[in-house]
């Protein structure tokens, strides 16, 4: 197991690990290594970019923190690992929501098993679970994928929900937030493996999130959002301090 993977575990263990994400969709390799810089400034263990081979190597040079990368597909996962990535993640689905698509527990299960298969000895899997199952799916889908091997699971925070099919209903950053905690509570409770909060989460609710018995928080519009790369370090460091000290901050 390689130092990234060690660091990644030991935070995770302790219950501090702070994850940065660049976004599955982000091909912009300037604005992805603004991010992943802002992230080794700060002392983030871990970064989160896009399961594309280039956009890995290239991340795997800025920073010593643990490597994500993210797919919905598990081919391009494996070739993410392939060029260097710490973690596949599958996930999250953001980018097939705005196309309409909302994945069952099924086909999330059936996803992660093929990602097991693909990379399962050679990179962690950490597992998306969508926002938009209710509860009770979510907890046994969590319980399936402990079965499977899987070795972190994420929540998301549903930006949006089911409504009257076939339309969908935007959330509010609250309610986004909101539904996450929920969902973090209802999966540490459901598991044994280590849960990450993501969806919503900035430096003034990661107390909230270790509170809630999270073992780790992506964060990612909160610094995305950012005017430049200064100002992505300081709200990277604001995240990372919060999780040390558990203690809430203004955003």
């Given at each position: 197991m390689n130092a990234r993977i060690n660091a990644l575990k030991s935070a995770l263990e302790a219950r501090n690990a702070v994850k940065v994400i660049a976004g599955i969709a982000n091909l912009d390799l300037d604005n992805v290594l603004q991010v992943v810089r802002s992230a080794e400034a700060a002392g983030a263990v871990a970064v989160d970019v896009a399961a594309h081979p280039e956009i890995v190597k290239s991340a795997k040079e800025a920073t010593q923190a643990a490597v994500f990368a993210s797919s919905v597909d598990p081919a391009a996962l494996a070739a993410a690992v392939a060029a260097g990535a710490d973690v596949a993640e599958l996930?999250?689905?953001?980018?097939?929501?705005?196309?309409?698509?909302?994945?069952?527990?099924?086909?999330?299960?059936?996803?992660?098993?093929?990602?097991?298969?693909?990379?399962?000895?050679?990179?962690?899997?950490?597992?998306?679970?969508?926002?938009?199952?209710?509860?009770?799916?979510?907890?046994?889908?969590?319980?399936?994928?402990?079965?499977?091997?899987?070795?972190?699971?994420?929540?998301?925070?549903?930006?949006?929900?089911?409504?009257?099919?076939?339309?969908?209903?935007?959330?509010?950053?609250?309610?986004?937030?909101?539904?996450?905690?929920?969902?973090?509570?209802?999966?540490?409770?459901?598991t044994r493996l280590p849960v990450m909060t993501a969806s919503g989460i900035t430096a003034g609710n990661v107390a909230a999130a270790f509170e809630a018995g999270a073992a780790a928080v992506g964060v990612g519009s909160f610094v995305n959002k950012a005017q430049n790369e200064a100002e992505m370090v300081e709200r990277c460091q604001s995240v990372v301090a919060a999780s040390t000290h558990k203690i809430s901050v203004a955003c």
């Open positions: 996930g999250n689905f953001d980018a097939l929501y705005d196309q309409g698509l909302f994945l069952s527990a099924d086909e999330v299960l059936e996803l992660a098993q093929q990602t097991v298969s693909l990379v399962q000895g050679q990179a962690l899997v950490s597992i998306t679970i969508p926002g938009h199952l209710t509860v009770e799916s979510q907890v046994r889908l969590a319980a399936q994928l402990e079965a499977l091997g899987v070795d972190i699971i994420q929540t998301e925070g549903a930006s949006r929900v089911l409504a009257a099919e076939p339309t969908v209903k935007s959330l509010s950053q609250a309610e986004k937030e909101a539904i996450t905690l929920r969902n973090t509570r209802a999966l540490v409770k459901a």
